[in-house]
């Protein structure tokens, strides 16, 4: 995987595999790398699906790997409520 590769797709894919991953879900190998792809080249800018997080955090538990929903969710910088209104 490279930087190229967005998350939070890139770290569910690296823990389980990519070929893993597409055979849960039931879509080829391609459609799990593109999920780690911007949406400007044809990706969903590191998103996985919905319709997947359960069958993805179901096959990581039966493989002794603990994925979680949050896991799925993409980074958030939560503004300072300390600040002042602008």
Known sequence: MTKRHL??????ITK??????AQVCGVHVS???R???AKEKGGTGGLIP???IRPIIAAAASRGIHL???DFLPAYDAPNKMEEPV
């Open 50 to 52: 919905i319709e997947h």
């Open 16 to 21: 389980i595999g990519a070929d893993d991953v």
């Open 35 to 37: 999920w780690m792809y």
């Open 31 to 33: 459609r799990a790398y």
């Open 68 to 70: 979680s929903a949050d």
């Open 7 to 12: 998350e939070p797709a890139r770290s569910i």
